[in-house]
């Protein structure tokens, strides 16, 4: 992963836009970001971090306040990163969720987060362009961490190397280093093993004591069938409770089978009472029956003269049921002659009055009957030619005013006619004129296009040119520092070489050979003169020198395109800036009046053709409404002939002032009434004769039936009901002297009158004893089948939960066992470690021993790491203590005793030991930019040095390394910086290059 280009807008600090060049920062492989505490330093690492995987590290995560408190209410927050990652190189567009004012009302609504990622990739015309990968959050972080190869935690110890916290790891207890550990190497699996067994031992305790439940239960259950208590150790030996059931249910059968035989005993004894009892009752029934059929008899008897007077009711009633109905008929025949009658006197009554004569017959009332209907008629024929002259005299109206509607139309149609022209004259001349300056536009366009084309050509040429000066100034200067570092590299060989033996002399060791003589004896070895140069001064020269090889370099190549560049804007720009801005104004004046001409184009055309559709429309309308007025005329005239004619055909029937309505319901309803007369004259007539008929012939049904008249037979009818309640009292008088003539000749119920009567109580008590004891024996019977049954099914049951308890108990002892174990609780776990820790504990071997090559650098072949195994003090858990191993004094000591300085060189070598291995861990992730956050104040010169020649060493490969600290010393020795400068209204970021 390497950065190029970072852009901050109203994110921490940075209020206003900065943008961060990471590539001029790279060419030197080695840049200090530095600033006064609180400038912003760590915001530009968070910066990247968010960019990346949309959140911060450490604490300022949970602040929640991404956005800068400077920035104005609408200024939106974003980072913008270019970056190569696994060899592809994209771009990464972030926002954080934030609020803003609302844009309708008062308060705040909340923004959420938003994400562009983005590609470089060729594109179809060959130039490389940056094409959208995903907007989605979820999708975006995902693509990030497989790109990268390592999640935030991973990123941030690897890419950031907190000193800081690495400190404190260093001093930290096992558990808290357990923590951190199993962050960045992921290794929550195997907590989650020790979890699942945790939660496995639980769950098979649950299980366990779930069935111990059930299976005490089920013995308890036995215990009160069986009514035996169980075995008192049968939860530790649950096999012995086969053998107590098995006993159980012998006992139960063997007192089944001897009660089955006394049942059989009390069951016979049951029967034999049972048929004295049913004899004894038998024998009382016939007693009571023959007893009950004399008394029976005596009622019958008495009941006799009414049964016969029943009888001779009956008869009459049945005779008089033909005549009825003829009878009623007669009597219904007289009513309606009674009611034509009365019907008959009052409409001839109101047919009087209403023609004011004293009376009339009927041949009178058909005579005034027959004139009514003819006036009818007439009045019939005469009204639908009142109701067209109505209609035609409302469609004269509708055409009056049509007519007058038109002639006003039509003069203002003429009047407009003649108005257009003049008017189309005028605007058609302004259309010429807006036509052309359309034309003048577009050559206007041009020509400024090309005035402002050189304009901007001869300011670049005019930048370029104080640019160019700088450049060639920039390159004198390096020229110049260029030759005094090789001269000083000369001085530097020379005096080495004139010292040369002393640095022989240095690198001697007791009893080692001499490599100029051989010899193991050193009697007397040079030494060095003051201020001698070594090795490693000499190095720093040389490489002194060929970073100003690079930077003169950079400066003529510099030089050379700034002259190309200036040369070709000369030659477009033709002319001096003044002379070419004062060509834009003319033109551009010019322009605008023709812009201004050519704007009514449109507007004009319209208006044209809106007037030339207005007169074509104009003349069709006159021809239209002089037709239509033409024929109105003729409309007019038609109607008008018409209703003269209608009006003379109506006054041949009835005068002008008749009213029709009046006159049509008079005559209706003589016409009425007279029907209504002669109608019921003839129902009368009809209804008197049908009624004398129907009377004689009812009188002559009754004779045939034997009685005087009809009235007589009518008084003789009986209801239905009434007359079938007789017939029932009639036939259950004969059914009950049947019946007891029947009983009274019974031959068994006349011995049982005289045989001696049973004694029914003792019968039945002998019965109840030995119903009662043959009851009392079954009960038993079932109730020891019962049992049996019963402790069989719960001998089953408690087998099956036995065979199905027994496997969770062997679960459950070895998940005992084996949580323990990981848990690190078992004794056979002799360090006591949880199955986590002896995973980290393998991973923070490694991180020691990566770190150790660097240590031992930095630390002048002095200090150096120890993992250990054993519980630290205070600690209820090993396998991730670190100790410090003195190798000038032989002694390991705890880290908590290092000195400021120590402990900032030996965490460093912890941070990037880590680093190592994590990125070993992700495949061998290319990290090309490193940062090392603060710590180097607590360093002495020399270890200051050692520390930096370390951090030289990363950039081996083309790693770059970002040193992050406001020590002044680093400011000296790190040229290449990026400085973090903090103000009233939010911080800014300068470049300062060597």
Known sequence: MRLHHLEITGFGPFADPTRIDFDVLSESGLFLLSGPTGAGKSSVLDAVCFALYGDVPGDRSTAKRLRSDHSADDVVPRVVLEATLSGRRFRIDRSPAWSRPKKRGTGTTTEQARVVISERR???????????????????????TRLVGMNLPQFCQVALLPQGRFQAFLRARSDERHALLQQVFQTGRFDSVERWLRERRLELRRTAEAHQRAVADLVSRVSEVGDRDAPGDWQEDPTVLHTWIDELTTAAVTASVEQAIRVEAASAEEVAAAEASAAGIELAGQRATYASARCAWASVEADTPAHEDRQRRVAQAQKAGPVRPLHELALDAGKEVRLLDEQSRTTRAALVAMLELPSLDDQEIAEHQRAATRTLTDIGRVRPLQRQIVDLERQLGRLTRSKAETDTELCRVEARAHEIPEVLSGIESGLVAAREAVALVETLSAEVDLVRARTRAARSAEALTTELAAAEQAMSAATQARLLARETLVEIRERRLDGMAAEIAGKLAVGGCCPVCGSAEH??????APGAPDEVAEREARREVDDLEVVVEAHAQQVRGLGSRLATALAEAGGSVEHLLVEEDDALARLERARRTAAHVDSLAARVETLQAEQRALTESLQRLTATATQLDTDTAVVATRIESLRSQVREVVPDDTDLDALTAFHQKVEELGRQCLDVTAELARARATATSTQEAADALAARAGFKCSAEAAASWLPDTELAALQQQIDRHEREAARVRDLLADEDLIRSAKAEAPDLEALAQDHHRAKEAAALARQTDMSLRDRGRRLRGLAVEVAAALSVWAPVRADLALSVDLAALVEGKHPDNRLQMRLSAYVLAHRLGQVVDAANLRLSTMSDQRYSLVHTGRRGAGETRGGLSLLVRDDWTGDSRDPATLSGGETFVVSLALALGLADVITDEAGGTDLDTLFVDEGFG?????????????????????????????VPELQTRIPTQLRVHRGRHGSRTSLHLA
């Open 523 to 528: 009697p007397s070895p040079a030494s060095p």
């Open 122 to 144: 060729p594109s179809a015309d060959g130039s490389d362009a940056w094409h959208p990968l995903s907007t989605r959050l979820d999708e975006t972080g995902q693509l990030v």
């Open 938 to 966: 607590s360093l002495d010169a020399e270890t200051l040095e050692d520390v930096m020649d370390t951090l030289d060493t990363l950039r081996d490969g083309g790693r770059v390394v970002g040193v992050v600290s406001h």
